[in-house]
């Protein structure tokens, strides 16, 4: 069976979970993302321990957890102070080689990825249901669909290196093409699915930049954390697609770049979710 078979087969049922889940909302929606989360951060901290940045055992989880549920939890900010205060007197007490390490590699660890899927989560809960279940799959599909065309429009007319030391493969003409992919993947978020919102595609176009710019930056963020650990995959879960952290790479910069565009519109009266 090819690779890409493989990925196909994968990826369809997964991507009915995720719009499943994704259009119940609420705790459904959110706990399936920090379930997620937990296993980004643990293949992080794995590849970053094969790389020799070892990693706080215990902190990433903490960190994570604390900054997806920051917006949903009473005291966030107070809890948040405390957490700080414990990890920087354990790690002042750490007499490993490996503790000045730890302090920067668990606070990124903990940091980066959870950040990237709460913007995922704050999305979900703009504006009604609908809208929310719109935004979420819009952004989705622009990232799926910028990777796939990426893929195909690098294997077909791919000349010029994007980022030869970090990732071979990967060609300017490839990235270009991503920005075809996140606008058909707008556009069938925008017109196929049956649901009204504000957002129309004039409106929506920068997104088709900000996805099809910040979704490889994740990417390449990714690959060159393996390569230093010199490992393919972040995990062997899936067949084809590696781990979580290989299939929302590109989710982790991208989701943030689109809220911040979503509340800019918002904030500016562009539109009234």
């Known amino acids: 069976m090819s690779e890409l078979l493989k990925r196909v087969l994968f990826a369809v049922p997964a991507a009915t979970l995720f719009l499943y889940l994704t259009w119940l909302g609420d705790w459904y929606f959110k706990g399936f993302i920090i379930f997620i989360g937990f296993f980004i951060l643990q293949e992080m901290m794995r590849i970053l321990a094969s790389s020799g940045q070892f990693t706080d055992q215990y902190f990433p989880y903490t960190i994570g957890l604390w900054i997806m549920l920051y917006p949903f939890i009473p005291y966030a900010f107070e809890i948040g102070l405390g957490i700080l205060l414990l990890f920087v007197a354990i790690q002042t ?77 990967k060609t300017w003409e490839g990235f270009f093409s991503g920005y075809l992919g996140c606008f058909a993947g707008l556009a069938l978020a925008l017109y196929a699915i049956p649901l009204e919102t504000d957002l129309t595609l004039e409106l929506a176009l920068p997104l088709i930049l900000l996805v099809g710019t910040f979704g490889p930056v994740g990417d390449l963020i990714e690959s060159k954390i393996k390569r230093k650990a010199g490992v393919k995959d972040s995990a062997n879960l899936f067949p084809g697609h590696g781990g979580f952290f290989d299939r929302f790479d590109a989710l982790l910069l991208a989701a943030p770049a689109v809220y911040i565009y979503i509340k800019l519109i918002q904030d500016f009266g562009y539109v009234t979710f």
């Open 93 to 169: 007490f750490d007499r490993t080689q490996e503790s000045i390490t730890k302090l920067s590699t668990s606070f990124f660890t903990g940091i980066y990825a959870p950040v990237g899927l709460l913007c995922l989560m704050l999305i979900r809960d703009i504006g009604s249901n609908e809208t929310g279940f719109v935004l979420t799959v819009a952004t989705m599909l622009m990232i799926w669909g910028g990777d796939i065309f990426a893929y195909f429009g690098g294997k077909s007319f791919g000349k010029n290196k994007l980022a030869p030391d970090i990732s071979p493969n």
